[in-house]
């Protein structure tokens, strides 16, 4: 069970779902080693080129109790998206290593695939407080597209989104550790 607390209506649910309707920590993990080895230091021109302004939601990743253990996981498979999403451009730094690159992209696709149903779970409507989540998470994942297109998606920018997505997935390997993951 990748939630754990459920309404015995969403358990029902939960339990009839496909095994692979839960998020992997490992892949998770993997998708963070790879995106964190993928090039080496930040370069030193870019150290002064990291924006204030942008600070990640990381309450909207959270679950602080079973009823928003539905909402932390559909952020979560929220973020994957726009991760996916940004990821998408042609553009990145040449100093990047393609084939982290490309294995990167491929996890990150297989969770949000392996993951779909996530959205299609239920719950009481005073516990779903996913729409204030997603809020939050649309808001920051745009400031960072908003970021690449200004800078012209030049290295310090795709650093500065290299590192954000970073915290992201540290985050949620770290803060849900216990609550969605699929343990195999």
């Known amino acids: 069970m990748f939630v754990k607390g459920f309404s015995d209506c969403a358990w029902e649910m939960v339990s009839s779902m496909p095994t692979k309707c839960q998020l992997q920590q490992t892949l998770m993990a993997k998708t963070h080693n790879l995106l964190e080895t993928m090039t080496g230091p930040v370069p030193l021109q870019c150290l002064d080129d990291i924006p204030v302004e942008i600070r990640s939601p990381t309450w909207a990743l959270q679950s602080k109790n079973s009823k928003q253990d539905v909402g932390a996981a559909k952020a979560v ?30 996890i990150v696709d297989r ?19 996913f729409a204030v989540r997603d809020a939050a ?48």
């Open 77 to 106: 498979y929220k973020s994957l998206m726009k991760v996916s999403s940004l990821m998408e451009s042609d553009s990145f730094p040449q100093s990047w290593d393609a084939d982290k690159l490309v294995k990167f992209q491929i």
């Open 137 to 184: 998470l649309t808001d920051y994942f745009d400031k960072l597209e908003k970021l690449l297109k200004e800078k012209e998606f030049s290295v310090c920018a795709w650093e500065v989104v290299r590192r954000e997505v970073l915290s992201v997935l540290q985050f949620i390997l770290v803060e849900n550790s216990n609550n969605f993951w699929l343990t195999v």
């Open 111 to 129: 969770q949000i695939e392996e993951s779909e149903c996530i959205t299609r779970i239920k719950t009481q409507k005073e516990e779903d407080d």
